[in-house]
């Protein structure tokens, strides 16, 4: 069973300060790592991608993966109100062409 | 910016009706997929499509649902006799490919299917 798991929430940060979301993921040989945010009503919009273990930066968001430990994390600097949404992480293998979503975190940004 | 495409954006339909819903993919992509979320719910997949065939495709996706790319540029979703619980947000997206790099999925902005 391939199952994503992450932490529903809701998380809430006061602006400016460091948000750190979580994935866990149920299957070793998963590939591809994804981080989508979606606002109420809309669909989700690609944050990032990783697909080596380590950091990836992209301006105010980091993501890490530790495959090993099967898990994901999603840091977002600086958090602005804008950023308040649900975040969800996905996972895809190289060899095939489904993306297994969580459930999702919703977070909130205090102003 | 190149987007993802979809229309409707809302569709209401009676429960037995057939419906067909409409996706423009990224046009250098390859890779076609249908996406439903119900509500409160997780985005669940469907169905992939590469090469004017399915490639993969999930239990929900039964013979009631097809998919077809008519044309150059269109990708369609037919749903043959609605039920209730079909009701949902579903998403098109597209990918480059399926290898380790060119692999994200964008996504279109969704139809949201009300069957009554």
């Known amino acids: 069973q391939k199952e994503v798991e992450q932490n529903s929430g809701p998380l809430s940060v006061p602006e400016g300060a460091i948000a750190s979301l979580n994935c866990t993921y149920s299957?070793?040989?998963?590939?591809?790592f994804f981080w989508y945010r979606q606002y109420s009503g809309k669909s989700p919009e690609l944050i990032m991608s990783?697909?080596?273990?380590g950091d990836k930066e992209d301006g105010r968001f980091t993501a890490q993966l530790n495959k090993a430990s099967q898990y994901v994390s999603l840091l977002i600097r600086d958090s602005q109100p804008s950023d308040s949404a649900t975040y969800l992480c996905?996972?895809?293998?190289?060899?095939?062409?489904?993306?297994?979503f969580g459930t999702g975190t919703s977070l909130t940004v205090i102003p | 910016e190149p987007e993802v495409t979809q229309t409707p954006s809302h569709q209401v339909t009676q429960m037995g009706q057939e419906v067909i819903l409409r996706c423009v993919p990224i046009?250098?992509?390859?890779?076609f997929y249908w996406y439903r979320q119900i509500l409160g719910q997780k985005v669940e997949f469907l169905v992939s499509?590469?090469?004017?065939?399915?490639?993969?495709k999930s239990e929900i996706f039964d013979d009631q649902f097809s998919v077809e790319r008519p044309d150059g540029s269109n990708f369609t979703l037919k749903i043959r006799s609605t039920k209730l619980e079909d009701s949902a947000m579903y998403f098109c997206?597209?990918?480059?490919?399926?290898?380790?790099?060119?692999?994200?999925?964008?996504f279109g902005q969704g139809t949201r299917l009300t069957v009554v």
């Open positions: 499509f590469y090469n004017n065939e399915i490639s993969e």
């Open positions: 299957d070793r040989v998963s590939q591809s």
């Open positions: 997206a597209s990918s480059e490919a399926r290898g380790r790099f060119g692999t994200e999925a964008f």
């Open positions: 990783i697909y080596s273990n």
């Open positions: 046009s250098n992509h390859l890779y």
């Open positions: 996905a996972f895809r293998f190289n060899t095939g062409n489904q993306f297994y």
